[in-house]
């Protein structure tokens, strides 16, 4: 049972171009939605959060998007960096469970010079 | 900086070996958790501490174990580490509900 799915498994975008990463969640009851990127043998870093309440927030190069009715949140990334190479989780909380995050699968972003 | 803190980065153990896993932080959270991450997939929660209340995951194996002696430290203890236990161990904490949670590096587990 996922709850949390990221159908990509791995995403190659050109330097400079717009990097979107998808994500979609099952469980109604999440209201608070995060995204984090992996470096190989590195923990997972904090890149941007948002409420249910909202349906975009910003933060320098990072945009989330939330559709409630889809039940869906996407990463946008402009312009892409090769620094931005990792693979990205999208994660969710809320309901019962608010303290505890359930992850999707992640995706491997691979930014091409 | 506030951080959190794993140690050891890479543990070798034999199967059947106890071995202990050990995370600090400095950020003074209430919450603590652990996680158990095989590659290509996400991380998968065994359990997590609010405050000194335990909170097992119904599906984590009995083999796990955890201790949080206080705030800033936590344990997870592998009673009898089998191969399958072979993974990277990610300690986390969060100040609470809908806040984010901030990941040590994570300890990689070999069990041999």
């Known amino acids: 049972d996922q709850q949390v799915k990221q159908n990509s498994p791995s995403l190659s975008v050109q330097e400079g171009r717009i990097s979107i990463l998808n994500c979609d969640y099952t469980n109604s009851m999440f209201d608070y939605f995060l995204w984090y990127k992996k470096y190989p043998a590195e923990g997972p870093t904090f890149l941007i959060s948002?409420?249910?309440?909202?349906d975009k927030n910003e933060d320098g190069r990072f945009t989330v998007f939330l559709n409630k009715s889809a039940k869906h949140l996407s990463l946008h990334i402009v312009p892409s960096q090769p620094g931005d190479s990792a693979v990205y989780f999208c994660a969710a909380s809320g309901g019962q469970g608010a303290q505890k995050l359930v992850f999707g699968q992640g995706t491997r972003l691979t930014i091409n010079p | 900086d506030a951080m959190v803190i794993q140690n050891p980065r890479y543990q070798v153990t034999q199967f059947g070996k106890p071995v202990t896993l050990s995370c600090s932080q400095t950020l003074n959270h209430n919450v603590m958790y652990w996680y158990q991450q095989k590659s290509s997939q996400a991380p998968k929660l065994l359990f997590h501490y609010y405050d000194k209340d335990f909170n097992n995951e119904a599906d984590t194996p009995d083999n796990f174990q955890s201790r949080r002696p206080n705030t800033s430290f936590c344990f997870l203890d592998i009673r009898s580490p089998g191969l399958g236990d072979a993974a990277m161990y990610l300690c986390a904490t969060s100040s609470g509900r809908a806040s984010e949670q901030y990941f040590g590096p994570g300890t990689r587990l070999t069990v041999t």
């Open positions: 948002i409420s249910s309440i909202k």
